[in-house]
């Protein structure tokens, strides 16, 4: 009678986590090393099992300054040549050195990137429209004609802070960033104006313009033919991004090279990695985290979520426990997993933790997913 009331209880307690989840969510694997060279780029970008086909763009952002904090062109070699790709960049929306073409080209000489590739300024010869699924704010989406010459893009991204946005991640880097000029002047405003990044708009409207835009260009790399992956390279953690050519120095040290399929599940990983990060001696993610709380950065992740884009929950594998030739992406192996654990009140319990066998009973938020343990 006794083992009865214990499965009785413990069903009772399965079936409350059901009504608290509202239903079972699925999930995304994000695959993570905190080995940043340009051999761990290659591998993490092998875990995702995806192999490019036809003509490969690699989107970066080439960098205002040599100050800036871009991805230099000696961690992103070894990628682009194991991938016979192209970079990509679009000119910029505000005064500087990379708002025009001739100019951005010199920016990317002295950075080094011709030298490692072709490099195309999308927008250097026009720009032409996408659709967008999500027409609250913008109603079609303006990115660099060049576009239409790739069928394989790698959205590989820095991930930081932004002054606009809270943070960069693969989202930005996939809307602002593969934007045409006048593209990002009509995301910035959310579809106001293509002349200027200035609108009378909230900031809400502009993250969910951003949302919408990298949707759209998600979409168009699902057609028949074409592929999209993600990586957010974790290092240089300031609260400025590459477009500021005196960046503030980063006060907490690099954290690795994550990847994914889906752009949502990647930049919710990163956002967890920052917000549930350990304060050390000389290691303060305060800094980096008002500026993503302050400018409403996360709002980016519920509302791509919202729309359609992918998910906010997901698997965290490391690939330095397991060999990649090792990984099957629809099933991870659990001695790979990592968890990100918070009570439903918000305090942080788990950070990258191995197993969540410490954890007492109780209701969590584990990689961003509402979960019950059972004890």
């Not at 951003?210 to 990586?231: E, L, R, S, T």
């Amino acid at each position: 009678m006794f083992s009865k009331l214990i499965i009785m209880k413990k069903s009772l307690l399965l079936m409350f986590a059901i009504v608290i989840c509202g239903c079972v969510f699925a999930q995304s694997n994000v695959y993570f090393t905190s080995e940043i060279t340009s051999e761990s780029l290659v591998r993490i970008f092998q875990a995702l099992g995806v192999s490019p086909t036809g003509s490969v763009a690699v989107k970066i952002s080439t960098g205002e300054s040599a100050k800036s904090n871009y991805l230099r062109p000696e961690l992103i070699v070894g990628l682009v040549n194991a991938t016979n790709a192209t970079i990509v960049e679009c000119n910029t929306a505000y005064g500087g050195m990379r708002d025009a073409t001739q100019s951005h080209l010199q920016i990317i000489k002295n950075h080094g990137f011709d030298e490692i590739a072709k490099v195309d300024i999308m927008d250097s010869e026009g720009e032409m429209e996408i659709p967008v699924s999500d027409t609250t704010w913008i109603k079609h989406d303006i990115v660099g004609s060049h576009l239409a010459l790739y069928d394989f893009m790698i959205n590989l991204a820095h991930f930081k802070g932004h002054a606009r946005g809270g943070y960069g991640g693969v989202l930005k880097n996939q809307s602002i960033g593969v934007a045409a000029r006048s593209g990002k002047c009509y995301i910035h405003t959310a579809g106001e104006s293509t002349t200027t990044i200035s609108g009378s708009n909230t900031q809400d409207s502009f993250l969910e313009s951003m949302a919408a835009a990298a949707q759209a260009v998600h979409n168009y790399f699902k057609q028949p033919g074409k592929d999209i992956v993600y990586i957010d390279v974790m290092n240089n953690l300031s609260v400025d991004c590459d477009c500021n050519p005196l960046p503030a120095a980063p006060e907490i040290a690099d954290i690795g090279i994550l990847a994914s399929t889906d752009p949502i599940a990647l930049d919710k990983a990163c956002l967890d990695l920052i917000f549930d990060y350990n304060p050390t001696p000389g290691n303060n993610p305060q800094p980096l985290i008002d500026r993503i709380t302050e400018l409403h950065g996360t709002h980016i992740i519920e509302y791509a979520e919202e729309i359609g884009l992918g998910v906010t929950q997901y698997n965290l594998i490391d690939i330095d426990v397991t060999g990649v030739n090792e990984i099957t992406p629809e099933t991870p192996d659990p001695e790979t997993l990592r968890y990100n654990v918070f009570t439903i009140d918000g305090k942080k319990v788990l950070h990258n933790a191995k197993s969540l066998e410490s954890l007492p009973s109780g209701v969590y938020i584990v990689n961003g997913k509402k979960q019950v343990i059972v004890r």
